[in-house]
C-alpha cells in the first residue's frame, strides 16, 4: 500500500500543477476553436435564425475569388519573403558567432530590438515612413532624383510589406541560429582553419551544415507566420484603402466578413480554411526537407 500510494500522491501532485495550465488552455484555446468550428457549419438567415449549413461555408469559401486571389498573394507573399528572411538572419548569426567583441553584443542587440517592438506600433512608424506627404523616405527618394515612390500604392505595396516584416522578425530568426551557432564544435573551425579555410568557408561548409535543424525549425516558424499575415496590411489599409482593399490577405478578409458585414459563421470557416492552407505548406515544406535529409 506505501509503496503504491507515492505514484498516487505524485500523480495527484502533477495533475494540481498542471491543472492551471490545462483551464487555461481549455478556457482561451480549445473552447474558442470549437465554438467557431461549430459556428462554421452554420448559416444565419433573418426567416430562420441559425440553421445547420454543414460543409456549405466551406464549400462557399473555395469558390469566394476574393479569398482565393488573397490566399494566393499570402503564398507569393511568404515564397519571397521566407527566403530574404532566412538569409538575411543566417547572415547576421554569422557575421555575429565571428565576432567577438563589444561591437557584437551591440549588433545583436540592435538587430532584436525591432522585435522588441509591438507588431502595430511597427506597423505605424513604418506607415508614417510610406507617407508620401510626411514620410521622409519620400523626401529622400526625390532629392536623389528617383521622384516620390507612392510605397502603398499598387506597385510599391507588396514590396512595403515583405520590409516591415522582414525589420521586424529578422533580429528574432538571427538569435535562434546564433543561438544554435554556439553548439558547434571550435575544434572543428580550428581544424578547418589549420588546414587553410577561411572564414567564408568555415560558415558555408561547416557552421551552416551543422545547425540546418535550427535552420529548417525558423524556416517552418517564418512560413507558419508569414501564411497568418494581417497586422501590416491592417494597419497599412488606412494609408491607402484602394489598394489594401478588405480582401487584400485571408486574415483580413475573415476579419471584415466578421465585424463589417456581420458574417460571423462564414468568416469561422474562412478562418479554418486558412488553417488548413497553413498545415498542408508547413507539412509539405516538413516532408521535403526530411527527404532531402533521408537522400544525403
Known amino acids: 500500500m506505501r509503496i503504491g500510494a507515492v505514484p498516487r500522491a505524485e500523480a495527484r501532485a502533477g495533475l494540481l500543477l498542471v491543472s492551471p495550465f490545462a483551464v487555461l488552455l481549455a478556457a482561451f484555446l480549445l ?9 462554421s457549419l452554420h448559416r444565419s438567415t433573418l426567416v430562420t435564425g441559425s440553421v445547420f449549413a454543414g460543409a456549405d461555408n466551406y464549400l462557399q469559401a473555395l469558390r469566394d475569388p476574393e479569398f482565393a486571389r488573397g490566399a494566393g498573394r499570402v503564398v507569393l507573399y511568404g515564397l519571397v519573403q521566407t527566403p530574404i528572411l532566412i538569409g538575411l538572419a543566417l547572415f547576421a548569426a554569422l557575421v555575429t558567432d565571428a565576432t ?3 561591437v557584437s553584443k551591440m549588433f545583436r542587440m540592435a538587430m532584436f530590438a525591432p522585435y522588441a517592438v509591438p507588431g502595430v506600433i511597427g506597423a505605424l512608424m513604418w506607415g508614417f ?7 521622409p523616405l519620400t523626401g529622400a527618394a526625390e532629392a536623389i532624383g528617383l521622384g516620390r515612390p507612392d510605397f502603398t ?19 528574432y530568426n538571427m538569435i535562434v541560429l546564433y ?26 561548409r561547416i557552421k551552416t551544415p551543422m ?29 491607402n484603402p484602394g489598394t489594401i482593399t478588405d480582401s487584400y490577405v485571408p486574415n483580413l478578409y475573415a ?42
Do not use: H
Not at 551557432?181 to 578547418?192: F, I, K, R, T
Not at 589549420?194 to 568555415?202: K, M, Q, S, Y
Not at 545547425?211 to 488606412?238: C, D, H, K, N, W
Open 100 to 102: 567577438v567583441s563589444r
Open 179 to 204: 543561438s544554435a551557432l554556439q553548439a558547434v564544435p571550435g575544434d572543428l573551425c580550428e581544424a578547418a582553419t589549420i588546414d587553410g579555410a577561411g572564414a567564408v568557408r568555415i560558415a558555408v
Open 31 to 39: 473552447l474558442p476553436l470549437a465554438y467557431a468550428l461549430w459556428m
Open 211 to 239: 545547425i540546418r535543424s535550427a535552420i529548417v525549425m525558423a524556416t517552418v516558424f517564418t512560413v507558419i507566420g508569414t501564411l497568418q499575415l494581417f497586422v501590416e496590411p491592417f494597419m497599412l489599409q488606412p494609408f
Open 129 to 135: 515612413l510610406y507617407s508620401p506627404s510626411l514620410g
Open 255 to 296: 476579419y471584415s466578413q466578421a465585424f463589417s458585414y456581420q458574417r460571423y459563421e462564414y468568416s469561422a470557416a474562412l478562418s479554418f480554411a486558412l488553417g488548413a492552407i497553413v498545415f498542408v505548406c508547413s507539412y509539405a515544406f516538413l516532408l521535403v526537407t526530411r527527404r532531402r535529409s533521408v537522400t544525403r
Open 153 to 171: 500604392g499598387k506597385d510599391l505595396v507588396f514590396a512595403s510589406i515583405v520590409n516591415v516584416s522582414t525589420w521586424q522578425w529578422v533580429g
